[in-house]
């Protein structure tokens, strides 16, 4: 049995225990303070005096135990809690830094590899792994490396919210009114809405989490999923503007050339790297390393590894196709426009690879939140560039201006619908 929820339920196996060495409950970062509580709910305790259950509890926890005897790997645990109540708890002791914790199950059966298990019924039981709140009592069943994200979430969300409230009849506007650029604002919207989603679905979860130590599993993949189709289309676009601008500057160096150019070419890379990043986005949202709340992780796994690469490469190839716009452009305006584009798009492709890189700094329990919370922001300041570049009412009007009806919302229709 493996479970990453903080509060869990199930049964007590002798039989997976013998198999395992110890069968495996779960894990659990408690804070550095010695106010960490392990509560423990049997169903049958009589049961378990006369099977001589214990829970073990083991501090970082490696690999090399897996190499030990039966017995040598039991005698190894920092703390045994012998079972022996209907409910039972047990202070975690004080540590000089946030440890990983990992509750293995075992009892006499366990290491005696001769002797017939009798067909007992299997003990029930539900387990709670507490830390202390900012009061000091232990009631927080999010472990160290968690702590903070449904904070964040929070206060995320109430970004959301304020910023809606005050763009959203300009944006509204500017979508209604159309233009070669239209395709573009309605993705960054979507992309963005998707965003808001997925951090919605993030914040359900954590807020029950919170009182259960269970949460609902369901909102948190829904909330992997959002964000998954969030950057899918989001770089679908950036690959799709910068290949179609590279190549239609050749056939058409005056005549609308910051407008979304599609050809079979770009369309093909765009395609094809979106499809890459959904595959390894999909491999790594699931692979069995990824069991936390959240979207993003400190890329262990071969997934995550080649995620990174692959943003990186799709970064040296964005910035070798801007270049080339950027170096041959003789309007100062539009080269302003390509560079503003270039920083809103390198921020939002480059902005995970640095912080995975980066985040090696930060203690263990402090990387996955880095990572997670740095991205978030990151990807959100980059949409918000990549919207002012596109409605802004300097750069973006007198840019259009020069390139006749090439963006929406130009001078020269401002003029006309006035005239009318």
């Known amino acids: 049995m493996e479970a990453s929820a903080k509060t869990v339920s199930g049964h007590l196996k002798s039989e997976m225990a013998r198999k395992n060495k110890g069968q495996f409950i779960t894990n659990f970062m408690f804070h550095q303070a010695g106010d960490g509580l392990v509560v423990c709910k049997l169903?049958?305790?009589?049961?378990?005096?006369?099977?001589?259950?214990?829970?073990?509890?083991?501090?970082?926890?490696?690999?090399?135990?897996?190499?030990?005897?039966?017995?040598?790997?039991?005698?190894?645990?920092?703390?045994?809690?012998?079972?022996?109540?209907?409910?039972?708890?047990?202070?975690?002791?004080?540590?000089?830094?946030?440890?990983?914790?990992?509750?293995?199950y075992a009892d006499t059966y366990t290491c005696q590899e001769g002797s017939v298990i009798p067909s007992h019924a299997d003990l029930s039981f539900t387990i709670l792994l507490l830390n202390a709140d900012s009061a000091g009592n232990p009631l927080e069943h999010f472990s160290a490396e968690e702590a903070g994200l449904?904070?964040?979430?929070?206060?995320?969300?109430?970004?959301?919210?304020?910023?809606?409230?005050?763009?959203?009849?300009p944006l509204y506007q500017a979508l209604k009114k159309g233009g070669p650029m239209h395709t573009v604002l309605k993705v960054l919207t979507t992309a963005l809405a998707l965003q808001g989603c997925s951090a919605f679905c993030n914040y359900i979860h954590l807020a029950r989490y919170s009182r259960d130590g269970e949460g609902l599993p369901v909102m948190g993949r829904l909330a992997e999923f959002w964000d998954m189709v969030s950057q899918?289309?989001?770089?679908?676009?950036?690959?799709?503007?910068?290949?179609?601008?590279?190549?239609?500057?050749?056939?058409?160096?005056?005549?609308?050339?910051?407008?979304?150019?599609?050809?079979?070419?770009s369309t093909a890379v765009a395609v094809g790297g979106v499809l890459t990043q959904g595959l390894l986005l999909l491999l790594e949202q699931y692979s069995a390393?990824?069991?936390?709340?959240?979207?993003?992780?400190?890329?262990?796994?071969?997934?995550?590894?080649?995620?990174?690469?692959?943003?990186?490469?799709?970064?040296?190839?964005?910035?070798?196709?801007?270049?080339?716009?950027?170096?041959?452009?003789?309007?100062?305006?539009?080269?302003?426009?390509?560079?503003?584009?270039?920083?809103?798009?390198?921020?939002?492709?480059?902005?995970?690879?640095?912080?995975?890189?980066?985040?090696?700094v930060f203690n263990k329990h402090q990387q996955d939140k880095v990572i997670t919370i740095g991205v978030i922001l990151c990807q959100s300041i980059s949409m918000v560039v990549l919207y002012q570049l596109f409605l802004s009412r300097s750069l973006y009007w007198e840019v259009s201006s020069l390139s006749s009806v090439s963006l929406p919302l130009t001078m020269s229709r401002a003029h006309n619908r006035a005239g009318y």
């Open 43 to 104: 169903g049958h305790p009589s049961l378990a005096v006369e099977k001589e259950a214990r829970l073990l509890l083991y501090r970082d926890m490696d690999s090399d135990m897996d190499h030990l005897s039966c017995s040598e790997k039991l005698a190894r645990a920092q703390l045994i809690v012998p079972l022996r109540h209907g409910e039972q708890n047990e202070t975690i002791p004080h540590q000089s830094s946030p440890v990983l914790w990992q509750l293995l």
């Open 150 to 169: 449904h904070s964040f979430f929070s206060l995320l969300l109430l970004s959301y919210f304020v910023a809606s409230c005050i763009y959203v009849k």
């Open 232 to 265: 899918i289309s989001m770089l679908y676009t950036l690959l799709s503007l910068c290949m179609g601008w590279t190549l239609s500057r050749g056939h058409k160096p005056q005549s609308r050339p910051l407008q979304w150019e599609r050809s079979p070419a």
């Open 289 to 360: 390393s990824s069991l936390e709340h959240h979207s993003y992780h400190g890329q262990q796994s071969l997934p995550g590894v080649l995620l990174v690469a692959l943003r990186l490469l799709l970064a040296l190839l964005l910035a070798s196709i801007l270049y080339q716009i950027i170096s041959t452009e003789r309007s100062t305006l539009k080269r302003d426009f390509y560079l503003c584009f270039a920083k809103g798009c390198f921020l939002w492709i480059l902005c995970h690879p640095v912080l995975v890189l980066t985040s090696s």
